[in-house]
């Protein structure tokens, strides 16, 4: 006699931390946003970043550092990433497919969140490559647009094509039906957006320092200047563009603020450079 015993199938073998892939788009050679589902359990501030990675070939995780570019009220997770040629985690992140899974560890932080700063009249989102992604999580936030009359936007490039994930982005919410009804038809008088190029040429030139210290951006986009009575900031991009646009903000009268100790603007890393 034989005996029927019930075949049980082996469970898939999931990572730990594990979220799947939904959806990946590449921009250029060197940009890629991809979405993941997101865990049941995960709050988060617009603005703040999580760690996420592949599991290595020695069976360690490699994780960084990444911006969640999703707004908090969304269902998945977006995240907007650099390929680096021989990244240890991009070389391979860049090849993720729609089922495919990564690994992300729950714990949000970072001090791009709308507490960390005095309540104000404008608030300027300043960012280069890919530190525009926390911008496109609290440019999604109606909390943002709840909190300032005004949002400025400005994101710096070397070439044109590594702005269009940015500029689609702004083009989709100032369509947005749900934000017109919230906030009128002049919602899109109240995002403002100055995307430039450095190293080719199109309709806005120059690096965000220049375009501030001069108020080149303030004449182009009709604005008073900039004062610690009605102007706060948020700064991300490579460590010396940080620190030059403190610097910058700080002639205005800025000062810099942390979640224990809100002030007019805050900075983060858009990645950890060479030798940093
Ligand atoms: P790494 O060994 O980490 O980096 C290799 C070199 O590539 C670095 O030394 C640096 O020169 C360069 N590099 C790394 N990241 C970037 C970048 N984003 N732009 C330009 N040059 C870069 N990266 C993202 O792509 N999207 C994000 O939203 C993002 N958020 C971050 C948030 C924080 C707080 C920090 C500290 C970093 C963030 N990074 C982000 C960078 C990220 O953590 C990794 O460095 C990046 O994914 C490359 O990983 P890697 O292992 O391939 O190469
Ligand atoms: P530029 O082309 O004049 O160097 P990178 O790819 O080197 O991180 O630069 C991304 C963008 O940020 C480029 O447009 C670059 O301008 C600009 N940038 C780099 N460093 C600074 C800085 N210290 N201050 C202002 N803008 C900067």
């Not at 501030?212 to 490579?238: H, Y």
Request: net charge negative; proline share 8%; charged share 25%.
């Amino acid at each position: 006699m034989t005996l029927d015993l019930p075949v049980t199938e082996a469970p898939a073998k999931t990572l730990p931390d594990a979220q799947t892939v939904t959806e990946v788009k590449h921009w250029t050679d060197s940009l890629f946003s991809f979405r993941v589902t997101r865990p049941a359990s995960l709050r988060f501030r617009s603005g703040e970043f999580v760690m996420i990675g592949l599991p290595g070939d020695n069976g360690k995780p490699i994780l960084r550092a990444y911006s969640i570019a999703s707004p908090n009220w969304d269902d998945e997770l977006e995240f907007y990433s650099i390929k680096v040629p021989d990244g240890p985690l991009t070389s391979r992140l860049q090849h993720i497919k729609p089922g495919d899974q990564i690994i992300l560890r729950p714990k949000p932080v970072g001090t791009l969140v709308l507490d960390a700063l005095l309540p104000g009249k404008r608030l300027w989102f300043l960012a280069t490559g890919t530190g525009i992604a926390p911008f496109a999580s609290l440019m999604r936030d109606p909390e943002t647009y709840e909190r300032y009359e005004q949002v400025v936007m400005m994101h710096t490039c070397r070439t044109a094509e590594e702005l269009v994930y940015g500029a689609e982005l702004v083009d989709n919410l100032r369509h947005d039906p749900l934000l017109a009804e919230m906030y009128g038809e002049d919602f899109a008088k109240r995002l403002l957006y100055y995307p430039t190029t450095t190293r080719e040429q199109s309709p806005f030139m120059g690096r965000i320092t220049d375009n501030l210290t001069s108020g080149k951006v303030l004449t182009d986009l009709n604005l008073p200047p900039i004062s610690p009575e009605t102007d706060r900031a948020m700064i991300c991009g490579s460590l010396a563009f940080n620190v030059d646009v403190k610097a910058v903000l700080e002639g205005f009268g800025l000062h810099e603020g942390a979640n224990s100790d809100p002030r007019e603007f805050v900075v983060e890393k858009a990645f950890v450079g060479e030798g940093v």
